[in-house]
């Protein structure tokens, strides 16, 4: 009698992040952030803000312009001492690590004449900062706002990271899905990525039991959405076409 045969080993090859401007999808709560993007050139001084709650594509923005431009990308936490002269992104700039780093970077920006990206949670005409000259300089900055994605977007990045995944859900499913995870691309990006990973362990496709039990412990997962299974979703919850 032959013993059952050895288990096969399922690997979720990672998937590489693209900063690709084609990759951010365009809606009206960031049409004006990329409008401002495609044109560098007419930023007032040299400088532009993007601003807006967490999840909402800022970061994403920052890395497909810095990878479309070769500019270097800056993280406020780890800003400190002198910065090295070049165009640049600096993402959570009201998180610097120095308020006289960010200073000494506004400072040969402008001289040198070299474009620079920020982003933070707030304009940053309201980031609490202490030295008076860098909130001068912050006052100064143009700012623009990303608001939150719209219900169109969610379900679009969805749908695309299931596709970059080469993940075929049904539409159903991926509306049962889009009215219980939480409202960023971010949160949407990492259930795509379990469930991907639990359908090549399980062999089978993503069904709303396999949803129900791989991200039960998913923080912020059902908040948006009834708990009854069996609830009719809304036409208008079907996923569209890419924007």
């Known amino acids: 009698m032959h013993g059952p045969g050895p288990r096969q080993l399922t690997l979720a090859l990672p998937i590489e992040a693209s900063f690709a401007r084609e990759d951010v999808l365009e809606d009206e709560s960031n049409a004006a952030a990329l409008a401002w993007l495609d044109r560098v050139t007419d930023w007032p001084q040299g400088r532009l803000a993007l601003w807006g709650p967490p999840g909402v594509g800022k970061t994403h923005m920052l890395h497909s312009l810095a990878a479309a431009r070769g500019w270097r990308v800056l993280q406020g936490p780890a800003l400190r001492g002198l910065p090295e002269p070049g165009p640049a992104v600096l993402d959570d700039a009201d998180c610097v690590a120095e308020e006289r780093a960010l200073l000494h970077l506004l400072n040969l920006c402008a001289e040198r004449g070299d474009p620079l990206l920020l982003a933070g949670r ?104 009834s708990a009854e299974d069996s609830a009719s979703l809304p036409e208008s919850a079907a996923t569209p076409t890419l924007l």
């Open 122 to 225: 707030a304009p940053p005409a309201r980031w609490p900062v202490a030295l008076p000259d860098l909130a001068s300089r912050l006052r100064a900055t143009h700012a623009v706002e990303i608001g939150r994605p719209s219900e169109a977007l969610l379900a679009a990045l969805l749908a695309k990271y299931f596709a970059d995944r080469q993940l075929r859900v049904a539409p159903e499913v991926q509306a049962w899905l889009l009215a219980r995870l939480p409202r960023e691309g971010g949160a949407l990006a990492e259930a795509a990525a379990r469930l991907d990973r639990a359908a090549l362990a399980a062999g089978g496709a993503v069904t709303r039991a396999l949803a129900r039990e791989v991200l039960r412990d998913f923080e912020g997962f059902a908040a948006a959405g």
